[in-house]
């Protein structure tokens, strides 16, 4: 990790956990472009943020996050994976830290959260998925996506793609997204739902992925057109 942000990656620390409103950082700081993409369970987002860093030639980052915070804090990636994008009370951490050995509270869980995406927005050239990426980088220095859709649409894709029946497809879309919505709110204290919180929002119900890929690869060009080149 590059040790020239580390005063940036402090100073976010602190504002996000004594104040409500998004931190500003340096934004000469970052002299790379990055691209965030949250997405709703069932709109696409995930397959839609490889397919643009595949042609993008950058990296994605996703799983490399639950590694990376697994390895900072000595847990296994499966504890990171139960809690990864989830809203938790301080009781349910009281009771989890005395029943599981393994379990990490949340205040570490976020600092490393933050430490990490801080780091691949500082290195540039990726795409990041999830996680309030948009809320914790600096705005102007990324290109910000939200991919959505209606909620019909989502859950027959649930259908279609996971092989779930109606019921099992509609608790799991509701499920994930009240925990990633949630997630947003508590640890940041943002809306994710709101419009200006991105640069661009596609609805994927008639866009196929590939278009929608075209779509974000032409925004990110047009947002950095004094600095990059097609």
Do not use: W
């Amino acid at each position: 990790m590059d040790t020239r942000y580390y005063p940036f990656i402090n100073k976010a620390l602190t504002f996000f956990r004594l104040k409500e409103d998004v931190v500003i950082l340096p934004e000469n700081s970052f002299t790379k472009p990055f691209i965030t993409i949250a997405r709703e369970p069932g709109s696409g987002g995930a397959p839609i943020a490889e397919a643009v860093a595949q042609k993008l030639g950058f990296e994605l980052v996703d799983e490399q996050i639950i590694e990376q915070i697994a390895s900072s804090t000595k847990r296994r990636k499966a504890i990171i994976q139960a809690i990864d994008e989830k809203n938790r009370s301080k009781i349910e951490d009281i009771v989890h830290s005395v029943l599981n050995l393994e379990y990490i509270d949340d205040a570490a869980y976020v600092t490393e959260l933050i430490k990490v995406i801080l780091a691949y927005a500082y290195q540039g050239n990726c795409v990041i998925l999830g996680r309030g990426a948009n809320f914790i980088t600096p705005f102007a220095k990324g290109l910000h996506v939200n991919v959505t859709a209606p909620y019909k649409v989502r859950v027959q894709r649930a259908i279609d793609y996971e092989g779930h029946n109606l019921a099992k497809a509609k608790e799991i879309i509701a499920k994930v997204e009240k925990e990633r919505t949630e997630f947003v709110k508590q640890y940041f204290k943002k809306d994710p739902k709101k419009v200006n919180s991105y640069d661009l929002t596609i609805n994927t119900t008639y866009f196929q992925f590939d278009q929608a890929r075209d779509i974000i690869i032409e925004a990110f060009y047009q947002k950095f057109s004094h600095s990059i080149k097609r």
